[in-house]
């Protein structure tokens, strides 16, 4: 797998874990769901991505967008 999939799945993950909790406990979650957003759109503009540094330090194959 290489560091841009394992940034989509990571984020499609988070997404979905902050929606079920956003319905099912509290709809301050969803200030996550905004997060993650804005930090997907970060990336796109800037190319830093966090979650693109940790995963490349746990080994992970660059991929073409997080070079």
Do not use: E, H
């Not at 940034?7 to 996550?32: E, I, N, R, T």
């Amino acid at each position: 797998m290489s560091v841009d999939r394992a940034v989509m799945l990571f984020a499609g993950f988070m997404v979905l874990v902050s929606l079920a909790l956003g319905v099912f406990v509290s709809p301050y979650w969803f200030w996550l769901t905004a997060f993650v957003g804005v930090n997907l759109m970060q990336a796109s503009i800037t190319g830093f991505c966090p979650a693109a540094i940790f995963f490349k330090k746990m080994g992970l194959k660059p991929g073409v967008a997080f070079s």
